[in-house]
C-alpha cells in the first residue's frame, strides 16, 4: 500500500515543485521599462510675413475696343474721279489727308449761276434805291397835302421795296457760298488721325450722301474694357466716383502677349460703364490707351495693340495696411498656421486685401513664421520642423531612459556587436570553455 502510495505521489510532488519552479522564474524575470518613443517633428515649409503698405492693385482681363469708328460719307452727290493711294484697309491716315475727290464740273456750274443771281440781285437793289430817292423828292414836294398812314408813307417812298431787293442780294450771297462749299465738299479728306477699316467705293462710281464710301477708326486712343469684381471698385479711383475728378482716373498697366514675350502699355482709367458684363456679372472699367498703333519708348520693333486684343491689365489701387503673406499660407478663407516654440498654433487672421501671388491680413504679427506645406490632419501643438534649419545635436537627457541604460548608447552599440557577432561565432573567447559538440549536449 505505502509502494503503490509512493508511486502515485511521487511524480505529483515532482510536477508540483516542476510547476511551482516555473512559476517562480516567469514572476521573477526581469522586466523592461516601457519608454515612450521620441516624438518625431513634421518638416516644412515656412515663410516670414512682414508688415506692408501694400497697393491693392486689381489684376483683371479686357477686350481692345475702339474710341470712334465712323462711317466716312460725302457730303454732295457725283463721280468719284480719284481715290487717294493709300485708302486701303490697314492704312494709317494723317488728319486732312486727302481719301477721295469727286467730279465738280456740275458744281462749278451751279456756281456760276448763283453768282449771276447775285450780279443780278445787286442790279435790283440799286434799281430800287434809285426809285426809293425819286419817290422821297416827290413825297416831300407834296408837303402833307396827303394824309396818310406811317405805313402808307413808307410805301410810297418804296422803302420796302429797297429791303426787299437787299434780302435778295444776301440770299444770293448766301447762294454762292453755299456753291463754293460744295465744291470744297468734293474733296474728301480725313477728319482724324485713323486707320482704314474699310473701303466701299472705287473710281468712277456714282457716290450720295446715303452711303459711307469708307469706315475709319480714330488712332489717337483705343479703349480696354476690363472686366473687375464689384467688390474691389472701392479700390480704384474712377473718375466720377467718390469725388475722383476727370482725368484723374488711376494709372493702368496693359500686358500683351507677343511672339516675343509680354508688352506692356501704360493707360489710365477713364469711366465706370453703367452695366455689368451680362456673361461673368461684373463690374466694367473703361482704360484709354494713347497711341495704341505706335511702339512703347524703347521698342521701336513692337507689335500695334490691335482692336479686338484679349490683354491682362493691372489697375494700380490705393494703398492698405497689415501683413502680407504667400496665398499658400492661407487656410480655410481666414486662418494662418505659425510655429511657436517649435508647435503648430493656428491663427484667425482678417484678409485685407487679396493679390494673385499674396494676402495682406491683419492680426498676425509680422516676423512670425507662417506655414506654407499642406497638413494632412493638422493639430494645434504638433511637433514641427522647418526645412533647411539646422538641427541640434541629441543628447543623452533627448532619449528616453530604459532598464537596460541609455538607450542611445544601446543603439551605438548593436552595429558593434552585430559586427562582432560573426567572429564570435568561429573563435572562442579567452579564458573561456570550448563550445560542446552536439553529441556532448545530448550526453549531458
Known amino acids: 500500500m505505502v509502494r503503490t502510495a509512493l508511486k502515485i505521489l511521487l511524480p505529483l510532488l515532482l510536477l508540483a515543485v516542476g510547476v511551482g519552479f516555473a512559476v517562480r522564474m516567469v514572476k521573477t524575470r526581469p522586466k523592461a521599462k516601457r519608454a515612450k518613443p521620441p516624438e518625431a517633428a513634421l518638416v516644412v515649409d515656412v515663410a516670414v510675413p512682414v508688415q506692408d503698405a501694400a497697393r491693392a492693385d486689381v489684376e483683371a482681363h479686357g477686350t481692345v475696343t475702339a474710341d470712334r469708328v465712323v462711317q466716312l460719307a460725302p457730303q454732295v452727290s457725283g463721280i468719284i474721279e480719284k481715290i487717294g493711294d493709300d485708302v486701303v484697309p490697314g492704312v494709317r491716315l494723317r488728319a486732312g489727308q486727302r481719301i477721295a475727290v469727286i467730279d465738280d464740273r456740275d458744281l462749278r456750274i451751279v456756281l456760276d ?118 467688390e474691389k471698385l472701392g479700390f480704384i479711383d474712377v473718375p466720377g466716383l467718390r469725388g475722383v475728378a476727370d482725368g484723374a482716373g488711376a494709372e493702368v498697366r496693359i500686358r500683351q502677349r507677343t511672339s516675343e514675350g509680354e508688352l506692356i502699355r501704360r493707360g489710365k482709367v477713364e469711366r465706370l460703364l453703367s452695366d455689368l458684363d451680362p456673361a461673368a456679372r461684373m463690374a466694367r472699367v473703361l482704360v484709354s490707351v494713347p497711341n495704341p498703333l505706335d511702339p512703347p519708348e524703347g521698342q521701336l520693333d513692337a507689335l500695334p495693340l490691335l482692336l479686338g486684343s484679349y490683354v491682362s491689365v493691372t489697375i494700380e489701387g490705393r494703398p492698405v495696411q497689415g501683413v502680407r503673406v504667400p496665398r499658400l499660407a492661407l487656410r480655410e478663407g481666414s486662418r494662418v498656421f505659425t510655429i511657436e516654440d517649435g508647435r503648430l498654433a493656428f491663427h484667425d487672421v482678417e484678409v485685407v486685401w487679396r493679390a494673385s501671388d499674396s494676402f495682406v491680413v491683419r492680426g498676425l504679427d509680422p516676423g512670425v513664421p507662417v506655414v506654407l506645406s499642406r497638413l494632412a490632419a493638422p493639430e494645434p501643438g504638433m511637433k514641427l520642423e522647418i526645412r533647411g534649419a539646422p538641427r541640434t545635436k541629441a543628447t543623452a537627457q533627448d532619449a528616453p531612459a530604459t532598464d537596460g541604460g541609455d538607450a542611445a548608447a544601446r543603439e551605438a552599440e548593436v552595429p558593434a556587436a552585430k559586427a562582432a557577432a560573426p567572429a564570435a561565432a568561429q573563435a572562442p573567447r579567452p579564458g573561456s570553455a570550448p563550445t560542446p559538440t552536439p553529441a556532448e549536449e545530448a550526453t549531458r
Open 113 to 230: 449761276q448763283r453768282q449771276a443771281d447775285l450780279v443780278r440781285a445787286r442790279f435790283e437793289l440799286d434799281v430800287e434805291r434809285g426809285r426809293g430817292e425819286v419817290a422821297d423828292r416827290e413825297w416831300k414836294m407834296l408837303g402833307g397835302a396827303v394824309k396818310s398812314s406811317k405805313l402808307g408813307a413808307e410805301l410810297a417812298q418804296r422803302k420796302p421795296h429797297i429791303e426787299a431787293a437787299k434780302a435778295r442780294v444776301e440770299a444770293a450771297k448766301s447762294a454762292v457760298e453755299k456753291a463754293r462749299i460744295d465744291i470744297a465738299r468734293t474733296r474728301i479728306v480725313a477728319p482724324f488721325d485713323c486707320v482704314v477699316r474699310e473701303r466701299r467705293v472705287a473710281e468712277g462710281q456714282l457716290v450720295s450722301p446715303q452711303a459711307p464710301i469708307v469706315v475709319l477708326v480714330a488712332t489717337d486712343r483705343f479703349f480696354v474694357t476690363a472686366n473687375v469684381p464689384v
